[in-house]
């Protein structure tokens, strides 16, 4: 359904992709997870004909991204990451006129957005200004659906949105995806990875790794060890000043260190930190997250 080969595309002076090259396969969730200013806004907007890529090739849909950019526009639904409705609109009211600039109607295609829909339907004489972050995203997702395209693309569209309404969302990309469609969605939240069928971890403007999540994980080499002191900061600065230490970052109300598997064991992590100061140290072994896999895979790229 997409296909990306080669993809470079430069702001002035600022990278914003290099060489970005994959395929998304038909029904899927393909999710392109990576922090902000890694280049995921720039790749869905080539991939809907916004903007040109200064270098390679991409399809959509078997629709070439530059030549047949007019029948991209009629087969796909795209979800910018800042709300771009119309403010002054009401929810009804934003919906039609999505689905006229289409040449459809909110009744031909009500079936595809029924479920989502409903939940603000008792808000549609309510400004689209005036809703909450979760009921603007799923009216900005109503608006990307009207139309029946075959490719959904969200850039961050659980950003901003409390867990719940996030929670919310990803049930209706599964109701979504059983329809047929298929999706395309960028995060920043590494958490959402698991629920995508394949991933891309982007950094910097390019690919890192391309697999399910499941996979990803299961390549991670080294022993991960989630370690707590009562200095906290302190303990960060002893762990990194210690070159026994593949990788190690802040994570939460713990720090996670990757050793070299059999390396080093925990009795001699406790004896080094007890040397440096600490006090109540707890130091535990854990299976690693896709955030830690990310951490790991970008330390050891060159960009």
Partial sequence: MVKCIDLHKSYGQTIALQGVSFEVNAGEIFGIIGPDGAGKTTLFRILTTLILANQGSATVNGFDVVKDYREIRKCVGYMPGRFSLYQDLTVEENLEFFATVFNTTVEENYELIKDIYQQIEPFKKRRAGKLSGGM??????????????????????????????????????????????????????????????????IQKGKFLSIDTPLNIVNQYKNQLWAVRSMNMSKLLNDLRSNKSFENCFAFGDSHHVSIENKKLEIKTLEEYLLKCGHTDIEI???????????MEISKDTTL
């Fill in 284 to 294: 535990t072994e854990i299976q690693p997250t896709i955030e830690d896999c990310f």
């Fill in 136 to 201: 603007k995203q799923k009216l900005a997702l109503s608006c990307a659906l009207i139309h029946k395209p075959t490719v959904l693309f969200l850039d961050e569209p659980t950003t901003g949105v409390d867990p719940v309404s996030r929670k919310e969302f990803w049930g209706m990309l599964k109701k979504l995806k059983a329809q047929g469609i298929t999706i395309l969605v960028s995060t920043p939240y590494m958490d959402e990875a698991s629920l995508c069928d394949r991933i891309a971890l």
